[in-house]
Nanobody, 114 residues
Framework: QVQLVESGGGLVQPGGSLRLSCAAS????????MGWYRRASGKQRELVAT???????NYADSVKGRFTISRENAKNTVYLEMNSLKPDDTAVYYC????????WGQGTQVTVSS
């Protein structure tokens, strides 16, 4: 069983930055592919970024060049650095851990508005 707790969401102006964190329980964090997903109001959940156990990353086209996913295995934590935020980035952001099973966090709200 893996428990995930996101933090770092909030209200930010367009062009601003936020850093999301996801802390995971468990001693085998390093083998999981970690990901960030988001769900905007009235839309389906979509992939934002993933990072596998080898550190290889994958990004949605809409966030490439603006968002950076990273992981710190010693702290069982994955991060999402978000820069140049746009109103379209407004959503609930969810952390995911995937291996032979999959786990989700409770989500953290990110609102980009002036």
């Amino acid at each position: 069983q893996v428990q995930l707790v996101e933090s770092g969401g909030g209200l930010v102006q367009p062009g601003g930055s936020l850093r999301l964190s996801c802390a995971a329980s468990g001693r085998i964090f390093a083998i999981y592919t970690m990901g960030w997903y988001r769900r905007a109001s009235g839309k389906q959940r979509e992939l934002v970024a993933t990072i596998n156990s080898g550190g290889n990353t994958n990004y949605a086209d809409s966030v490439k060049g603006r968002f950076t996913i990273s992981r710190e295995n010693a702290k069982n934590t994955v991060y999402l650095e978000m820069n140049s935020l746009k109103p379209d980035d407004t959503a609930v952001y969810y952390c995911n851990a995937a291996w032979v099973d999959s786990y989700w966090g409770q989500g953290t709200q990110v609102t980009v508005s002036s």
